[in-house]
């Protein structure tokens, strides 16, 4: 260090163990100000040059970019928020490099006869997936008018998160529900339930609140292996079918909901695609309600009518 407490570019290089031209680079984007310029118009660093230089190696040997090594530099608090954000990113590579990695096992362990059509399937997916198509089909799905709460309470319950790691086989189910929700446009008898047509005098709203009830009653018996049965879970099944049109729960409306349950449209398809998603041992919504219509058949057919 010279007389007046400062470094050349050269010197300070040498002392951080880097090339003049990686400390020429920090300091021509503002990291490393220099305190003053010699007589010939060299750069002079001062005394904390070395020890803020050593501070960016560390902070760019992390990948942040410039832009955030500057905030770090300038803001004593700033670094926990940068920390966060990058978390956040690296995160998000992770999530499409383990998506990307299973896919292409799929690709991999198929038969060469099914390696077209698989990759048609897997092309038609953002990498890392979204669920965005997927909310999209069951906002159109739903009966017209219902609060948004029901709305949110619906496609939370009812569309499955991508996994963090998957399977080749989930790749395949999450690929054919994709597929299955954007090429399928429901309308008024396309898979939709008597109970969606509010010219028959329904009110979807309060089916569904208590639909929601009723499945979080069930979903337990399900994951514990019961088979379907009479009891709390099934009278509040019904009890939301009969509030919603206006009926009683009685012996004859039972009778009648279980035949017009039965003659509904289904979506069969779209419930085993997410239950090869979620495993076996996350019940679907659309296992939950298969559980609830078998109860109440099994309870009509004892009773008769």
Same mark, same amino acid.
Request: net charge positive; glycine share 8%; proline share 8%.
């Given at each position: 260090?010279?007389?007046?407490?400062?470094?050349?570019?050269?010197?300070?290089?040498?002392?951080?163990?880097?090339?003049?031209?990686?400390?020429?680079?920090?300091?021509?984007?503002?990291?490393?100000?220099?305190?003053?310029?010699?007589?010939?118009?060299?750069?002079?660093?001062?005394?904390?040059?070395?020890?803020?230089?050593?501070?960016?190696?560390?902070?760019?040997?992390?990948?942040? %970019?410039? %832009?955030?090594?500057?905030?770090?530099?300038?803001?004593?608090?700033?670094?926990?928020?940068?920390?966060?954000?990058?978390?956040?990113?690296?995160?998000?590579?992770?999530?499409?490099?383990?998506?990307?990695?299973?896919?292409?096992?799929?690709?991999?362990?198929?038969?060469?006869?099914?390696?077209?059509?698989?990759?048609?399937?897997?092309?038609?997916?953002?990498?890392?997936?979204?669920?965005?198509?997927?909310?999209?089909?069951?906002?159109?799905?739903?009966?017209?008018?219902?609060?948004?709460?029901?709305?949110?309470?619906?496609?939370?319950?009812?569309?499955?998160?991508?996994?963090?790691?998957?399977?080749?086989?989930?790749?395949?189910?999450?690929?054919?529900?994709?597929?299955?929700?954007?090429?399928?446009? %429901?309308?008024?008898?396309?898979?939709?339930?008597?109970?969606?047509?509010?010219?028959?005098?329904?009110?979807?709203?309060?089916?569904?609140?208590?639909?929601?009830? /009723?499945?979080?009653?069930?979903?337990?018996?399900?994951?514990?292996?019961? %088979?379907?049965?009479?009891?709390?879970?099934?009278?509040?099944?019904?009890? /939301?079918?009969?509030?919603?049109?206006?009926?009683?729960?009685?012996?004859?409306?039972?009778?009648?909901?279980?035949?017009?349950?039965?003659?509904?449209?289904?979506?069969?398809?779209?419930?085993?695609?997410?239950?090869?998603?979620?495993?076996?041992?996350?019940?679907?919504?659309?296992?939950?309600?298969?559980?609830?219509? /078998?109860?109440?058949?099994?309870?009509?057919?004892?009773?008769?009518?």
């Amino acid at each position: 260090m010279s007389p007046d407490g400062t470094w050349s570019i050269g010197e300070l290089a040498r002392h951080a163990g880097v090339t003049v031209k990686t400390v020429r680079f920090y300091s021509d984007r503002g990291l490393l100000p220099e305190t003053a310029r010699s007589a010939g118009g060299h750069r002079r660093y001062g005394a904390d040059a070395l020890d803020r230089l050593r501070l960016i190696r560390s902070l760019r040997s992390l990948d942040l %970019p410039v %832009p955030d090594v500057g905030r770090v530099l300038d803001r004593d608090d700033a670094l926990e928020g940068v920390v966060a954000e990058q978390l956040q990113e690296v995160g998000s590579k992770l999530a499409a490099l383990r998506w990307r990695e299973a896919a292409l096992q799929l690709l991999h362990d198929c038969a060469p006869g099914q390696r077209a059509e698989r990759l048609r399937l897997i092309g038609a997916v953002a990498t890392p997936p979204n669920t965005d198509t997927l909310v999209r089909f069951w906002r159109r799905w739903l009966p017209v008018r219902l609060p948004t709460r029901i709305v949110s309470a619906v496609i939370d319950q009812a569309v499955p998160q991508p996994p963090a790691d998957p399977t080749p086989a989930q790749v395949l189910a999450f690929a054919r529900l994709h597929v299955l929700t954007s090429t399928t446009h %429901p309308g008024a008898d396309h898979c939709q339930p008597a109970a969606h047509r509010l010219d028959g005098g329904h009110r979807p709203a309060l089916l569904y609140a208590g639909l929601s009830e /009723a499945h979080a009653l069930s979903s337990p018996l399900l994951r514990a292996g019961r %088979p379907p049965s009479e009891g709390e879970a099934l009278d509040c099944f019904v009890s /939301a079918h009969a509030g919603s049109c206006g009926a009683r729960d009685t012996p004859v409306f039972r009778h009648r909901l279980s035949r017009l349950l039965a003659a509904d449209p289904r979506i069969d398809r779209y419930w085993r695609l997410v239950a090869e998603l979620s495993g076996p041992s996350q019940p679907t919504p659309g296992a939950v309600h298969d559980w609830l219509c /078998a109860a109440l058949a099994a309870q009509t057919g004892k009773s008769g009518g």
